[in-house]
Structures are given as structure tokens and as C-alpha cells.
């Protein structure tokens, strides 16, 4: 027991060292800072704890859904209210309302993963070299940004899946095409208050090219402010795909994604209100969860908390 | 005896303000050179022209004998380095010291950098203790000595120094400054110093400058400087205010 402790304690001590003697120790040793501010605060756990929960159901779906979710039985099971054999109630063509939930957790994270995953990056590029490059660059860049940020999301988003056809993977385009702006934004903000800095001035003077800059020694800093926002926007993302879903222009049946199942349950919503009301309710846990993380990743991450 | 460096009627234009009106100077290879005068006298804006940080709208810069162009290339940076003023602003606040000294040794494409970066280390005075640092972790004399072992890492012949100490407290000031003038005499390299402290130039550098509204007073030597020999009265002024307050 005393043993253990005093393992314990010593990996802290080592972790949390004045003088690390290697690179790897160095880089763990701040990870577990910001860790550490992160898990002190009770709220953004919860988050993460929804956001893991969410991870493993979707991994899970095949073994924890106990019917199928695209077949159900029309002649016996149709709109039955939640009960012990089927937990969230069916809907209109049978199907168990639980396991189109579970699977439906996929289409989420497939769509807010995707979203994340092409639109940051492209905001981080063009805010960083807007912000640094400044001069014409920077008014091209940045005026693009400008006529995009002009639309309201979901009318661009709306008009894009129009011209492309409605459908899962080009929800996911048109998300990620109208909202990159205020990653660029944020991103081309965050440069400008450090490109007039002596260490970006220092790196100017060892001979490091714009781009190895921009790259290497700005990008890094703007990370954490994206990260922050971009975790921020994913339950907007959720819900402007759900309401894409709820539109007939995202998800096409039988997909079980939540904002499509909202869709076909609004016609019983007054009589059988679980058909809506589940995938309605897994929105705004998966949402909430997102914007906890979110808060207390801002927190953990703030490059200008301090002792980072 | 050739000049190191040399600046030939330079003038500085930010916005229609002149910050530099024709300065010129001559630094001989192995010499320090001092730069004085009060705020906004143009001091560091020479240093950070010569260095290619401030635009110069006519006259010219040579460093060994060649002549700079608009642009520095790669060869410049390992003639010239700069140690700037704020040790709390000059160190990137997400990199380790390890990952500082890396930079220029990455750029330049030297092979023997875990070699070079110890070697840089310990000439500073900072064992491999502080290696993985990150700067925050650092005092600011700690601070100051990365920022010259990362300036002297690419091996330059000239180190401009904008007023290294002034950011730092008075015994960690005397440190570094004994420590840049060891380096100074193992390395033979030249100095072009900036300070508005007189102590400090007359300690440090054999010549000097003094300057006033971007324009150049006087050339002095350290010598005069201490017996007093000066002919300007801007010169004076500045001797008389250093000597600080006398209680009446």
C-alpha cells in the first residue's frame, strides 16, 4: 500500500520535474498540467465522460442494441410506448427506437468527426497565412472568408446540399464548407498578436523561411484556441445536421440519424411523443456534452493562462 | 584593418516618420561597439535595420565587405545574430530550450546538432539541467542566456545586442554581462551594443556612438567618455543625468 503510494508519488514528481531530462519527459510533464487543471474542474468531465460514452456506444452499437435498426415488425410492434421489452418505444414501420439511437450515435460522431476534421485545418491554413503574410494575401484571404461568414450557416449549408444532392457525405461538405470562417478568424486574430513578437522575430533572424514560420512556430499557437472552439461547435454542427436530417437533405432513410428519426417522428409527436422525443433528447445530451469539454478544454488549454 | 561593419548615411522611414536621418558608422572586426542615447533616439532601430527588421529606405549596409541588399539571405544569419532586449518576449512560450537551439541548426541544415546545442549550453552557463525547459520554467537571466546561446549557436562573426540587460536586475545584470564579454574575447567577435546606460558602454565598449532624434551627436571613446572629454551638449546632459540624482 505504502509502496504503491510512494510509486505513485514519485511518477508525479517526475512528471511535474523543474528539469526534465529528456524531451518525452518534458512534453508528458505539461501534459499532465493541463490535465490536471482539466479534471479539477467537475463540470468538463462530465463532458468528456458523455463525450467517451458516446465513443463506446457507437464502437458498440452491434453488441449493446437489441434489434435491428433498420427492420422492425409491422404487424405487431408498431408505435408501442416504451416499455420493459422495447426501452424508448417503436416507431411508425416497428423499429426498436433504442437500437436506432445507438446506431444512429455513428452517423453523429461520423458527421461531427468529418466537419472537425476538414474544416479546422483549412480555417488554421488560412487564418495563419492571411494573419502573417498581411498586405494583399491577407485582403484576398480574408474578404473570401468574409462573403462566406455573409450567409447564414444553414442557408448556405442548405444551398450546398441542393447542388450537390441530399445525402450523408455531402451534409458533411456542405457543413464543413460554411463553417470554416470563423476558424480562419480566430486563427488569423491569434497571428497577429504574435507575428510582431521578438521569438517570431528571432526565428526571422536564424533565416527560417515564411512558410517553415507559419508552419512551426505560429500554427502551434493558434492550436489551442481552435481546438476550444472547434470542440465548442460540434453540438452546432450535430444540430445543423440534424437539421439538414430534419429537412430530407442529410441523412436518407432508413439511416437511423437522429435528426431524420426527429423528422419522421414529428407527425406523432402530439400522440406518441417518444418517437421524436428520444432522438431529441440524445441531441441535446451528446450537445451538452460537447460544450462542457469545450468549456473546460478553454480553460485547460488558455496559451494565456500563465505557467504553461 | 577592415570594417566588420559598416553603415553608410542609412535612413529609416516608418510612415513618413524619419526614425533614422543619414547615420552612418564604421565597426572594425573584433571591436565593441556602443550605441547611446535616450528613447526613441534611433538606437535600436539601427541595430534592427542592420539586421534586416526595419526597412531602410536609402543609403546602405556592408558586413564584411559586401553589400546588403533589400532581402538577407541565409549567409547573412550566420555573419549576424541579434540578442534582443525582453528576455520574456524573445523565447517562444511553447518550445523547450531544446527546441530553440534546434531551430537554427534545422534551418541552416547542421548535422552535429546534439553536439552543438550542448556545447551552447554549457558556454552559457547553463548545464544540460535546463534542457528541456520550457521558458517559463526559466528565471529571466536564464531567460537571456538561452537567447545568446541561441544567437551564438550559428557560430556569427557579429552579435547586435539591443540592450541585453536592461530588462534584468542588477547582480544578474553583471552576470550576463560578464559572461557576453568572456564570449566576446574566446570568440573574437564583434559587438555593436546598444544601451542607454553610460556604466554599461563605458564598461563593455572601446567606441561609441551617441545619438539624438535619429541623427548621430557624436563618436567617442570610452576613454573620453570617462574623463569627460565630450564637446556636445546633449553628450553632457546625458553624462549629468546618468550620475543619477544628488541629494541636495
Known sequence: ????????LSRRDW????????????????????????SANRLAFLGLLIIIALLVVAALADVLAPYSPTFGDLKGSRLLAPSAEHWFGTDDL??????????????????????????????LLVG???????????????????????FPKLILALAFVAALGPGIENAVLAIAITSWPPYARIARAETLTVRNSDYIKAVQLMGASPFRIVLRHIMPLCISSLIVRVTLDMAGIILTAAGLGFLGLGAQPPLPEWGAMIASGRRFVLDQWWVAGAPGFAILIVSLGFNLLGDGLRDALDPRSGDQ | MTAALSVDRLEVVFDRFRALKGVSLEVQSGESFGLVGE???????????????????????????KKLGARRDKAFYREVQ?????????????????????????IHGFADGEKRIQRALDEVGLGTGFRFRYSHQLSGGQRQRVAIARALILEPAILLLDEPTSALDASVQAEVLNLLEEIRRRRKLTFLMVSHDLAIITHMCERLMVMQNGEAVE????????ERRVS?????????????????
Open chain 1, 1 to 8: 500500500m505504502t509502496a504503491t503510494h510512494a510509486g505513485l
Open chain 1, 15 to 38: 512528471l511535474l520535474s523543474e528539469r526534465p531530462a529528456s524531451r518525452m519527459q518534458a512534453r508528458l510533464g505539461r501534459a499532465y498540467v493541463a490535465w490536471r487543471r482539466f
Open chain 1, 94 to 123: 416497428g423499429r426498436d427506437i433504442l437500437s436506432r439511437v445507438i446506431f444512429g450515435s455513428r452517423w453523429t460522431l461520423y458527421v461531427v468527426i468529418l466537419v472537425a476534421v476538414i474544416a479546422a485545418p483549412i480555417g
Open chain 1, 128 to 150: 495563419t497565412v492571411a494573419g502573417y503574410a498581411g498586405g494583399w494575401i491577407d485582403a484576398i484571404l480574408m474578404r473570401i472568408t468574409d462573403i462566406f461568414l455573409a
Open chain 2, 39 to 65: 528613447s526613441g533616439s534611433g538606437k535600436s532601430t539601427l541595430l534592427r535595420a542592420i539586421a534586416g527588421l526595419a526597412p531602410a529606405a536609402s543609403g546602405s549596409i556592408t558586413v564584411n565587405g
Open chain 2, 82 to 106: 541579434m540578442v534582443f532586449q525582453d528576455p520574456y518576449g524573445s523565447l517562444h512560450p511553447r518550445q523547450t530550450v531544446d527546441r530553440l537551439l534546434q531551430e537554427p541548426l534545422a
Open chain 2, 219 to 226: 563618436h567617442l571613446t570610452a576613454g573620453d567618455l570617462v
Open chain 2, 232 to 248: 556636445k551638449d546633449y553628450t553632457r546632459n546625458l553624462l549629468r543625468a546618468s550620475d543619477g540624482f544628488v541629494r541636495a
